[in-house]
């Protein structure tokens, strides 16, 4: 049995990375600055359990698995609605807000 590991994380956003060639130096560097900005962006992280992660997972995403077929897979939270369902599953213990100004994913790997 594969054991997933499992975090809530909130970031400020910084916009996604686009397409880097990493055959290149330059395009190395670019995706380790993207890297090291998300780093910086991070606000709060919550390790979470496999068992929590897959209830998020069956309300959010049914059809979708926590890992992909080489990697982990990041899930965006971006609605209110969402962010109901994570509170009702992870409350009291964690408690979510949703924000234009922040995002939040659950991060699996």
Known sequence: MT????VLEAHHKIGEQGA????TPAGRQQLIEWGNAHQRARI??????QKEAEMIRDRLWPDEN???ATSGKGFAIETAEEVGVINEILGP???????QEHEWRLQTW
């Open 3 to 6: 054991t997933v590991g499992c």
């Open 20 to 23: 880097v060639n990493l055959d």
């Open 44 to 49: 709060v992280s919550f390790q979470l359990t």
């Open 66 to 68: 926590l890992l992909g």
């Open 93 to 99: 213990r964690i408690h979510i807000q949703h924000s």
